[in-house]
């Protein structure tokens, strides 16, 4: 296959929407009635004003499950916009972490090391574990998280994905 068809089977879709109870639940009927997975979602209010919120969600499939998702989620109504991040155009993603380690002396030595190659704060310390708070893009954290494990990662709470578009150009 070459670069021009391959197709990215990992997509960003953000989705303007009224915010009011049940709104999540129809969206979410909607990938599990047609047995589409969600691998991130992330929902937040971004307008008072207007009582909107805004609903992240990663997922994947080939072009044509993308476009009946996108098409079905246009069709729901409390839905005001649908926008499919990663064909749109330049976006920026990113994930925040917080990853408990338990550990001593060297073990415990590391993974500072390590939070400190990763620009990963110490939120919580004492004698024996640190919590992390670790930012970036997914594969950032995962990263992360992978280095952790030898050095006595115990738990990890993930955002999931957040993202937006580049540029001056909004939902």
């Known amino acids: 296959m070459s670069m021009e ?3 990215n089977p990992r997509h960003t879709i953000a989705v303007l929407v009224d915010n009011e109870p049940g709104v999540l639940a129809r969206v979410v009927g909607l990938f599990s009635g047609r047995g589409y997975n969600i691998e991130s979602l992330t ?3 971004v307008d008072t004003t207007l009582d909107r919120s805004r609903i992240n969600i990663v997922t994947s499939g080939d072009q044509m499950i993308i476009d009946q998702i996108r098409a079905q989620l246009e069709r729901l109504v409390p839905v005001f ?5 990663t064909e749109e155009g330049p976006s920026i993603e990113r994930e925040l972490a917080l990853v408990r380690v338990v550990g001593k002396g060297e073990n415990r030595i590391e993974a500072l090391r390590v939070a400190d190659i990763f620009r990963a ?3 919580d310390s004492t004698l024996g574990s640190f919590v992390f708070e670790v930012t ?3 594969n950032k954290v995962n990263a992360f998280i992978d280095l952790m494990r030898p050095l006595g990662l115990r738990e990890v709470s993930r955002t999931g994905v957040v ?5 001056a150009e909004s939902m």
């Not at 993202?163 to 540029?167: D, E, H, V």
């Open 43 to 45: 929902v937040a209010e």
């Open 5 to 7: 068809t391959e197709v």
């Open 81 to 85: 916009n649908v926008v499919d991040l």
């Open 121 to 123: 704060r110490a939120v």
């Open 163 to 167: 993202a937006i578009a580049r540029g």
């Open 136 to 138: 970036g893009d997914s």
